[in-house]
T-cell receptor
Framework: EPEVTQTPSHQVTQMGQEVILRCVPISNHLYFYWYRQILGQKVEFLVSFYNNEISEKSEIFDDQFSVERPDGSNFTLKIRSTKLEDSAMYFC???????????FGPGTRLTVT | AQTVTQSQPEMSVQEAETVTLSCTYDTSESDYYLFWYKQPPSRQMILVIRQEAYKQQNATENRFSVNFQKAAKSFSLKISDSQLGDAAMYFCAYRTRDGLTFGKGTHLIIQP
């Protein structure tokens, strides 16, 4: 069964450093998403991406964040200058045309020290 | 803005019994989708069941079923014949356009 994959599973970085989180969505899906979950809290929407552009973003997704689909398979989330409060689990998700379910990857645990 | 409320931070059920997790939401939209996701200790988000708001019939997936009350904006999840593998956080989620809005979750404990 096709699935969303994410790398790395755990990333440790120092405050102020740039990080790139990578995702490979399900191959025939066209809508891509990033969410984050701070430990013990609910999952929060960051951004959605379709047709090579952002279609919706939340207020969390400020200028420190960017997304890109650099090739036909990868979908990345970049955090330009990490802060301690960026420590969280980051989930990538994808969905296909006409399907409203979003399928989530296993997540990347980001720890900012 | 849409909000999703799960009023039960934690629920406990005996193995093989039935449990119902509650969820309410607030929206002014008429067309939307509702979901239940399960998050085991691995923290993977697993889709359990979905419901389209325009459908009157309640969705069912094996031991999982929902009670969707559109007028009351209520969307509860019933798990029948609970199994140890059902132990997890359960999140209710709402969607109109793009991003999902999640509730805070209910931690489900299965007593053997």
């Amino acid at each position: 069964e096709p699935e969303v994959t994410q790398t790395p599973s755990h990333q440790v970085t120092q405050m102020g450093q740039e990080v790139i989180l990578r995702c490979v969505p399900i191959s025939n899906h066209l809508y891509f998403y990033w969410y984050r979950q701070i430990l013990g809290q609910k999952v929060e929407f960051l951004v959605s991406f379709y047709n090579n552009e952002i279609s919706e973003k939340s207020e969390i997704f400020d200028d420190q964040f960017s997304v890109e689909r650099p090739d036909g398979s990868n979908f990345t989330l970049k955090i330009r200058s990490t802060k301690l409060e960026d420590s969280a689990m980051y989930f990538c998700a994808s969905s296909g045309i006409g399907f409203y379910e979003q399928y989530f990857g296993p997540g990347t645990r980001l720890t900012v020290t | 803005a849409q909000t999703v409320t799960q009023s039960q931070p934690e629920m406990s059920v005996q193995e093989a019994e039935t449990v119902t997790l509650s969820c309410t939401y607030d929206t002014s939209e008429s067309d939307y989708y509702l979901f239940w996701y399960k998050q085991p200790p691995s923290r993977q988000m697993i889709l359990v069941i979905r419901q389209e708001a325009y459908k009157q019939q309640n969705a069912t997936e094996n031991r999982f079923s929902v009670n969707f009350q559109k007028a009351a904006k209520s969307f509860s999840l019933k798990i029948s014949d609970s199994q140890l593998g059902d132990a997890a956080m359960y999140f209710c989620a709402y969607r109109t356009r793009d991003g999902l809005t999640f509730g805070k979750g209910t931690h489900l404990i299965i007593q053997p």
